[in-house]
């Protein structure tokens, strides 16, 4: 599992190293960048992606050495997941993943995180047929089959909104102010003094509110109107209301309890570790590829010496020929089938190189950034500098503890559980929403008005104006008025609300059901196919096992015979076809050894891969490999 910490680290490695030259594609940036302002006002700006690095890491010029590339599989791999684009896609989904958590922290619906993980291209394969990790026979990939597929996990962490809302978790302050004048005609002037009532007012409100995660929904206000107006009889003038007010709405059965609002909270941290996990399976994917990839090569590379030696057999065999012919003791009709041999065998030589070609390319367009046709990629050869190792006994683990150690290491197995999980957490959302809705509302306020006495004379001559002492006055007054609770209003309230049909919500709850059923399927499906791939892979690593040590015993029988078959010729005891024959016998055994030798340890990868220790055998640390550089 990866550590937040190295999530983190990511933000200034892989996809966020430093610019370098014109390949930088850079995303705009606001004009107020975050960082440009201080403090809290960070929090409203836009804050920009870094930038995608699509320059090679430093690595790969320094494996550079007169214009070819010497690779050893590990500075391969190291290579593949510093500059591989798959790997370096699937880099951002923890952070991804990181912001779906901000989201579901502030109160709202995670996004869900993308579960694709890229299989590396196919290559060439080798010449021979052999058995394969998954059971079946496999015989060479064209040139046309290398190109990458594209699988998806077991699993679908998206996030679906069924069940009581969650209360916004962010505080949020609304404030508002305006300015009114109004102008009303009055059917009598009894009550104003008046025949026309002008107020001007100035109403202003501000308020605080806030969700927590029990479900419950507080607010803290303050409201404030003044109002100047022609009213004759209003011994205050112009005066001012307004109050302090607090509102609480609890929740006491839908959208009660902490477990119910935190869910997408939940459900955000799965997503979390399902985005590391699909991070770990890349890299195992990337690992493999590479290894099978490499490997291939080395087999290619192989043949080509073998097709080399083939040639030079002919050559040598055409030049005794023509000896023999000019000495007048062989039919000229030998040297034509000699030298039918030497073309053939050259036809072979250059088949052989352009596939060797060939899978340079592919395993350069793996190992690199940059496009195939670039200046940099084009004419770079790559010559591998590690053989194919072959212990000299097997030693293999029993089925079942190889099953143990892949149910610990194999990422989408965790994934599958973390999913199953993560549709519990979703059903129980769902089971809360079957219940009525019923609210305990409690609000408090202390209210106010305070103003200079009116300084029109009264309607009625000879009377003043006596109102009460503790309303005249400014802002102090009315700061007092309120936190003295002078003028107290309180009151509480229940709120009932249920539903007679309530189908949604039992709709809701019964494909959450299902939906966790298919999750439990997939779990199965997940567990049964690792089962498969682990024995599988076993059998493959023991026949192929088998089948090298056939080869190398049928190609040293075959050296044998075409040394007996030369000395016999040398005698006159044998033909020139013969040993033709036996030349292209040698050839084709050495052939099947290469390639039995390259499938043996493409079998051994692949049983890495199943078990999940691909990452561990190739000494890969996944902190690292976030960062984009590999010690």
Request: charged share 15%; net charge neutral; proline share 5%.
């Amino acid at each position: 599992m990866i550590s937040k910490k190295a999530v983190v680290l990511a933000l200034c490695g892989g996809c966020c190293l430093p610019a370098q030259g014109p390949t930088q594609q850079e995303l705009p940036l606001p004009p107020n960048a975050v960082g440009a302002a201080p403090g809290w006002l960070q929090r409203y700006q836009a804050r920009p992606a870094a930038a995608i690095n699509f320059t090679d890491s430093p690595r790969l010029n320094a494996l550079i050495r007169a214009g070819s590339l010497y690779l050893s599989l590990r500075e391969a791999v190291a290579l593949a997941i510093e500059n591989n684009l798959d790997v370096e896609l699937t880099r951002i989904t923890p952070l991804i993943a990181e912001s779906d958590l901000l989201r579901a922290k502030a109160g709202g619906i995670p996004r869900g995180v993308p579960t694709t993980v890229r299989e590396g291209p196919a290559g060439l394969g080798s010449s021979s047929q052999g058995i394969t990790a998954t059971g079946g026979l496999q015989t060479s990939v064209s040139a046309s089959d290398a190109t990458a597929n594209s699988t998806v996990s077991a699993v679908n962490p998206s996030v679906t909104s069924s069940g009581p809302p969650v209360p916004m978790l962010d505080p949020a302050l609304a404030a508002s102010i305006g300015w009114n004048k109004t102008n009303h005609p009055q059917t009598a002037n009894f009550i104003t003094g008046t025949s026309e009532l002008t107020t001007t007012s100035l109403p202003a409100a501000f308020a605080l509110q806030k969700g927590f995660l029990a479900g419950t929904m507080a607010s803290v206000g303050y409201d404030t109107l003044r109002q100047n107006t022609n009213n004759l009889r209003s011994d205050i003038n112009p005066n001012t209301t307004g109050g302090l007010s607090v509102n609480v709405t609890q929740p006491l059965l839908n959208g009660f309890g902490v477990a119910v609002n935190n869910r997408y909270i939940r459900i955000a941290k799965n997503n979390r570790q399902v985005s590391d996990l699909v991070f770990e399976q890349q890299l195992m994917s990337t690992g493999y590829a590479v290894t099978r990839l490499y490997w291939d090569l080395v087999s290619l590379n192989n043949q080509a010496k073998v097709t080399e030696q083939s040639v030079a057999l002919a050559q040598r065999l055409l030049d005794e020929n023509q000896q023999q012919e000019q000495t007048g003791t062989l039919a000229s009709i030998e040297v034509v089938r000699a030298k039918a041999e030497v073309a053939r065998a050259q036809r072979d030589l250059t088949v052989a190189n352009a596939r060797v070609r060939q899978q340079e390319t592919i395993l350069k367009d793996y190992l690199t950034r940059q496009t195939v046709d670039s200046a940099a990629v084009e004419r770079l050869r790559v010559v591998p500098t590690d053989a194919i190792p072959v212990p000299s006994s097997e030693v293999i683990q029993p089925l079942q503890d190889l099953i143990g150690e892949a149910q610990k290491q194999r990422p989408d197995y965790a994934q599958a559980l973390i999913q199953v999980d993560s549709s519990k957490i979703s059903l129980d959302g769902s089971r809360n929403a079957l219940k009525p809705s019923l609210n305990v509302v409690a609000s408090a306020r202390t209210n106010t008005l305070y103003g200079p006495v009116n300084a029109v004379p009264p309607v009625t001559p000879g009377t003043v104006r006596t109102p009460s002492g503790n309303l005249v006055g400014g802002l102090g007054t009315g700061l007092d008025q309120v936190f003295t609770g002078r003028y107290p209003d309180y009151g509480v309230a229940l709120q009932l609300n249920i539903p007679l049909s309530n189908r949604a919500a039992q709709a809701d709850y019964s494909r959450d059901q299902l939906s966790l059923r298919q999750q439990q399927i997939r779990l199965q499906q997940v567990e049964k196919q690792l089962r498969v791939d682990v024995a599988n892979a076993l059998i493959a690593v023991e026949q192929s096992r088998a089948a090298w040590e056939a080869a190398r015993q049928a190609r040293e029988f075959q050296t044998q015979s075409l040394d007996a078959e030369q000395q016999k010729y040398a005698v006159g005891a044998s033909t020139n076809y013969l040993v033709i024959q036996y030349q292209r016998d040698l050839a084709q055994a050495q052939s099947i050894e290469v390639a039995a030798l390259a499938d043996y340890a493409t079998a051994q990868a692949a049983l890495d891969r199943a078990t999940g220790m691909s990452l561990e055998r190739l000494n890969i640390s996944i902190a690292d490999a976030y960062r984009g550089t590999l010690h």
